[in-house]
């Protein structure tokens, strides 16, 4: 099985209780992973995200959430910011494969996202949402085996890119922690893992600081500068802070269509105002749609 954790698969799996069998079988006698220290996960990725004619709606809504006819993404880290309901996280659902649009299409590297071959052009996301749930009796290594397994890795490369991963958000010294005992900020950093398991080319996190105070937000926000540069990170969030200090291009979403693309030292500087704030660039923008 390949592409996102399904929860209600992974809560069948828990009642269950089959996790001793399925993760000693993911393991297998032979699958030790060599000596990691922290270092980037990423290679450098060239890719390009094209969306054209896209049109989503809920409900049989006669307005669309997300209505977009051309937008293409080469560089990164790109901000996506908007109200509450502007169509963000439709949108990253949508790219991550999650969502098919009732109209348009979206490509990587014109590969088609939902064409015949969707599987293998989803193993090129990955995806951070916005709610995370993990079953909390799980450990960290528990729960990144599971969604190795469900990305159909092979069993060596598995213990490898877990213990890569693990490392790459700073939770090897939780590794054997249950997530129960996890804080907010370590639960959003194991989410941020599993995302990044199948080294994806293009890599989408929904509101990865939401609900975090200033010091696990600041803490969740120095790990995805240093991936950000390594693949074509597209982060949505309502803090405008984040947004600043660690995107390079900026999207502002109103009413499901995009109301400004364009560099965010550029849209900071034109549009933030004497005190050349984020925030004020962001109001400014929407005050005017």
Known sequence: MEGPVRPRLLRRQVQRRAWPRLLQGLRGPTAQPRPVQRQPVHHVHAVTVLISGVRCTYHRDAIPAVSIDQLELTAGPVGLVGVNGAGKSTLLRTLAGCRQPQEGSVSIDGASLYGRRRRVVAQRVGYMPQEIQFPGELSVTQVVDYAAWLRALKPRHAAQRRADVIVAVGLEDRADQRVRALSGGMRRRLALAVALLS???????????????????????????????????????????????????????????????????????????????????????????
Do not use: K, W, Y
Not at 208 to 237: F, H, K, N
Not at 267 to 276: D, I, M
């Open 199 to 289: 080294e994806p080319a293009v890599l989408l996190l929904d509101e990865p600081t939401t609900g975090l105070d200033p010091e696990q937000r600041a803490g969740v926000r120095a790990i995805i500068g240093e991936i950000a540069g390594r693949c074509l990170t597209i982060m949505s969030s309502h803090v405008m802070e984040d947004v600043a200090s660690i995107t390079s291009n900026v999207i502002v979403l109103h009413g499901g269509r995009v109301l400004h693309q364009g560099e965010t030292d550029a849209f900071v500087r034109e549009r933030g105002g004497p005190t050349q704030s984020a925030e004020v660039a962001f109001l400014t923008t929407i005050a005017g749609a």
